[in-house]
């Protein structure tokens, strides 16, 4: 039974109802396995960093004080060398791909940087790239970067959203023609949480014959994902936001298996080198997803990375994703009964099922709202301009009780207007 829709005997916009809410989440456990400081603190922002793991610590003194400290460079033959692949296969269970699509390496950017260039020189007639302005701006200084490196011919064509939340079907087609040679978008937009029909747009870019390229930060770990049953090309995401890899956290990259042996890297390095040990001086891409790896892997920080995906494998991803939605859909009707009347404005859809596990909130002065939620009320949201204060539902951690004292605290910072006390000059971290 959906908890929202019970017959409790509270009032809906209660904390006894929070409370209640939060007693019947069979998920409730989980909230347990991360370190939680201070208890008064409302953390509203696993959509940019995940909260540490208890697991984590204990695994990387595993690493540092036995696998570093006493078995020195042993520790190569005894695990270090398989992790990318190992941790990837996991992850692949998180996003509906094979174990061996998926490899942990590197950072978010560097892996759309290869990618890119990968699926451009995979299409050598073709010259344009297609994205939108929903897209994280990473990714289109990368594209941008990426197109120039082409060559003159190459160009980038954004599609415009005409609301700021979403981007029409209909906007996309009229981009994607047959001189496209790959599709290149955030899966869950990062300002509005606005969530593609993944299979569908993947559809539209094979039709015109074009790769199709799916940004997953702000999806892995949230919400299941099908990229095998979508037919997708490639992929990459992040760990350190729902997957609690830890800050700087390595990133994954995702290959479908038909492609991998017809694909290049245009990064060439030791690790991605076919038989490395033999140490030859000229370069030769080794098998599947071992071409897209490059130097050597970051180990502490890989090592940090699995205990998290462990935890959410542990709790199902359709579980945490159904917590989500019931979040996200309680938060949106204490938005709705008590800051909407104070001129807050829901800058995400409110269909759920095009919606990620944050959710945005605007007024013209979110970003004072913002600084005043951080500094002096103890809730740690994030801001993105121009007027977006980003609530994000991290379900292995987020109780409903978090939520309804969240709303209750940015309702006192509008209603007594202490936000008038900060200046409007943007800090240089938001």
């Known amino acids: 039974m959906n908890p929202l829709h019970s017959h409790t005997p509270t009032l809906p916009h209660s904390l006894d ?13 989980f909230r347990d396995e991360f370190v939680i400081d201070d208890p008064d603190l409302i953390y509203l922002d696993g959509n940019s960093l995940g909260r540490l793991p208890r697991r ?119 981009a994607i023609d047959g001189d496209t040679a790959l599709v290149a978008l955030t899966h869950t937009a ?22 199709m390229l799916w940004d997953l930060c702000h999806s892995v770990g949230a919400m299941p994902l099908a990229l095998n049953e979508a037919h997708v090309d490639l992929a990459v995401g992040c760990t350190y936001k729902y997957l609690n890899g830890g800050p700087g956290a390595p990133a994954f990259l995702y290959v479908r298996r038909d492609l991998q042996e017809t694909l290049f890297s245009p990064i060439w390095g030791w690790f991605g080198q076919k038989r490395q040990f033999d140490m030859k001086l000229d370069y030769e891409p080794g098998p599947g997803l071992q071409r897209f790896l490059a130097g050597t892997p970051t180990l502490l920080s890989l090592a940090a990375v699995e205990p998290g995906v462990d935890l959410l494998l542990e709790a199902g991803i359709d579980r945490l994703r159904a917590k989500s939605v019931l979040q996200t859909e309680y938060l949106i009707s204490l938005w709705e009964a008590l800051l909407a009347p104070l001129g807050v404005t829901l800058n995400s859809p409110r269909d759920p099922s ?77």
Do not use: C
């Open 17 to 29: 109802h929070a409370r209640e809410l939060d007693r019947q989440d069979p998920l409730a456990r």
């Open 56 to 174: 984590t610590a204990a695994r990387l003194h595993e690493v540092i004080d036995h696998e570093w400290g006493k078995r020195l460079i042993r520790g190569w033959g005894e695990g270090w060398f398989t992790a990318p692949g190992r941790i990837g296969g996991k992850i692949a269970r998180l996003i509906g791909a094979g174990a061996d699509e998926v490899i942990v390496t590197d950072s978010t950017s560097v892996n759309v940087f290869k990618l890119v260039m990968a699926a451009l020189a995979a299409r050598p007639d073709r010259r344009k790239v297609v994205t939108d302005d929903l897209n994280f701006p990473s990714d289109m200084y990368l594209l941008q970067g990426a197109v120039r490196l082409a060559g003159p011919d190459y160009r980038l064509e954004v599609v415009r959203s005409e609301d700021g939340l979403i981007v029409s079907d209909e906007a996309l087609a009229a």
């Open 190 to 211: 990062f300002k509005s949480g606005y969530v593609y029909d993944m299979a569908a747009i993947t559809a539209m870019a094979h039709r015109a014959g074009a790769l």
């Open 354 to 430: 095009r919606r990620g596990s944050h959710v945005s909130l605007g007024h013209a002065e979110g970003l004072r709202i913002d600084r005043a939620l951080i500094e002096e009320m103890n809730l740690i949201p994030d801001f993105r301009y121009p007027d977006n204060i980003r609530l994000g539902i991290a379900p292995l951690y987020t109780t409903f009780a978090d939520i309804h004292e969240a709303v209750r605290r940015i309702r006192k910072v509008i209603v007594e207007r202490l936000y008038e006390k900060y200046p409007v000059e943007r800090p240089d971290v938001t």
